[in-house]
């Protein structure tokens, strides 16, 4: 299996402080996913990590016009926590798998990978 056994062993805690547009990337970019029911579990309890709250979008002032997303605060980064190896598992195979990337996107989808502990010789 692609995923280990779930731990809460604070060692295995992935800390990931992402601006807004790397949250959202994210956010997409595990919503994504298709799979058995292990993993549409496991990949929205992930969503429940990176998904805004209300709370959170009033913050930033974010809003959705048509299929575009605005929001004022361009400086904030959020703080959030993957908790367990089983759900940095489904983070690194989202990233992996994930079809629609944009080469003129490439330095942000980097510095993207490089704060969820991913890089392509692990992908293998």
Do not use: P
């Amino acid at each position: 299996m692609w995923y280990g056994a779930k731990s809460e062993n604070a060692e295995e805690t992935m800390k990931l402080l992402l601006n807004t547009w790397e949250r959202l990337t994210l956010t997409r970019i595990v919503g994504s996913l298709t799979g058995d029911a292990r993993l549409y579990h496991k990949a929205g309890k992930v969503l429940d990590v990176l998904e805004m709250s209300e709370t959170e979008r009033n913050e930033i002032g974010f809003r959705q016009i048509g299929d575009n997303f605005h929001w004022n605060d361009v400086q904030k980064i959020w703080e959030l926590e993957i908790r367990d190896q089983e759900a940095k598992s489904v983070i690194h195979l989202a990233l992996r798998n994930y079809r629609h990337y944009s080469a003129r996107d490439r330095g942000m989808i980097d510095a993207l990978w490089t704060k969820c502990e991913f890089s392509l010789e692990g992908a293998e």
